[in-house]
Structure formats: structure tokens, C-alpha cells
T-cell receptor
Framework: DGGITQSPKYLFRKEGQNVTLSCEQN?????MYWYRQDPGQGLRLIYY???????QKGDIAEGYSVSREKKESFPLTVTSAQKNPTAFYLC?????????????FGSGTRLTVV | GENVEQHPSTLSVQEGDSAVIKCTYS??????FPWYKQELGKGPQLIID?????GEKKDQRIAVTLNKTAKHFSLHITETQPEDSAVYFC???????????FGKGTHLIIQP
């Protein structure tokens, strides 16, 4: 079955530590997205990528970094510069040649600072 | 850029009654409007969508209406069931390359 996989499901970060969240898709989708979800805030866009080796900042990119070395993979690094990283992180993908279609989401990673 | 407003933030209905969630958008160039359902601890799932050349779309107990002139669209759930309890998000596809803009979500509670 095709889908989008996020790992780990739960992640704990110590103060001053960088952590990387994995996102892999086998849907042959061109575009991939990272969202942060906080209670009552909806989904806020962190970074997105339309093609391999290219990505753009979203609304809340500060303290985060990404890479897109392969079409299937779009990992997100939460750096020590992100002062309030505790949140639920969602990865999504979609095809770009059929623009009027929605995203497929992963099941999310819950990051907690300890 | 696009801005999507969603109301209400919480909606409680009796099982079997109907539920309506409303969204407005700002970018008149937006042409695609999906709705997502998110259960606790899971990623959002697409439940229905509508394109700008259509005014209404129905799928069993779920329907979506779109008024392009007023720039608003609504989700209608009839004969609500306990499994409909979840957070629902509306979204709009604007003219930019950054994809969908989401509303802040509605927590739908089905009272037995």
C-alpha cells in the first residue's frame, strides 16, 4: 500500500539538543510539507518542497531546517534555536501535476522537551 | 496570501442531529476546498472536497457547499453518529505555490 510514514511517533528532546523527524512517502508525490500543530492553533506551515534539492520557508521556519535529497524523503530537524518545540508535527505530500487535489498526511510525531 | 477563518471552534450536537461548520476565505483566486477529519493522536484524513466550478457536493451523510461570491464554504453532516466526534479542518488552495491554507479547526462533539 502507498502512503506516508512518519517516525518516531513520540520523541523527547533535552534542552540544547537537535532532533530529526523522519518523513518518507512512496506515493511518487512531488511536493512535501511540514506542519506544526498546537492546541487551538490549527496547522501552521514550517517548510515545503516542490522538487528535489529545493525547499522554501513557511510561516514559522525559525529554529527548523529541512533537506530534500530524495523525492521520497523530507526530514525535519528541530534545532536548539527553536525555543518552544513541544508540539505535534505533521508531514504531508501531494502530487503537483494534479494541482486540485488535497494532501495525504502522515500519522504525526509528538515532540516533547524534557 | 490566503487567510481561512473557521467557525465554530467547538460544536456539540445530539446524536442523530445535523452539524454545520462554516469557513470563509480571502483569496478570490482560490479554487479548491478540502475538508479533513482528525482523530486524537492521528494525522488528518481527507473526507470531502469541492472545486470552484461546483456549488455543492454530497457523499452519503456528508455534504459541502461553496459560495464563491461570498467566499465561504460549509461542511454539513447529517444523522450524526458517535464516530463523527473529531476535529474538522477546512482548507483553501490559493494562488501561491505553498499549497493549502487551513482553518483553525472545529472540535465536533456528538452527545449520546
Amino acid at each position: 500500500d502507498g502512503g506516508i510514514t512518519q517516525s518516531p511517533k513520540y520523541l523527547f528532546r533535552k534542552e540544547g539538543q537537535n532532533v530529526t523527524l523522519s518523513c518518507e512517502q512512496n506515493l511518487n508525490h512531488d511536493a512535501m510539507y511540514w506542519y506544526r500543530q498546537d492546541p487551538g492553533q490549527g496547522l501552521r506551515l514550517i517548510y515545503y518542497s516542490q522538487i528535489v534539492n529545493d525547499f522554501q520557508k513557511g510561516d514559522i521556519a525559525e529554529g527548523y531546517s529541512v533537506s530534500r535529497e530524495k523525492k521520497e524523503s523530507f526530514p525535519l530537524t528541530v534545532t536548539s534555536a527553536q525555543k518552544n518545540p513541544t508540539a505535534f508535527y505533521l508531514c504531508a505530500s501531494r502530487t503537483t501535476w494534479r494541482a486540485l487535489y488535497g494532501y495525504t498526511f502522515g500519522s504525526g510525531t509528538r515532540l516533547t522537551v524534557v | 496570501g490566503e487567510n481561512v477563518e473557521q467557525h465554530p471552534s467547538t460544536l456539540s450536537v445530539q446524536e442523530g442531529d445535523s452539524a454545520v461548520i462554516k469557513c470563509t476565505y480571502s483569496d478570490s483566486a482560490s479554487n479548491y476546498f478540502p475538508w479533513y477529519k482528525q482523530e486524537l493522536g492521528k494525522g488528518p484524513q481527507l473526507i470531502i472536497d469541492i472545486r470552484s466550478n461546483v456549488g455543492e457536493k454530497k457523499d452519503q451523510r456528508i455534504a459541502v457547499t461553496l459560495n464563491k461570491t461570498a467566499k465561504h464554504f460549509s461542511l454539513h453532516i447529517t444523522e450524526t453518529q458517535p464516530e463523527d466526534s473529531a476535529v474538522y479542518f477546512c482548507a483553501a488552495q490559493g494562488g501561491g505555490a505553498d499549497g493549502l491554507t487551513f482553518g483553525k479547526g472545529t472540535h465536533l462533539i456528538i452527545q449520546p
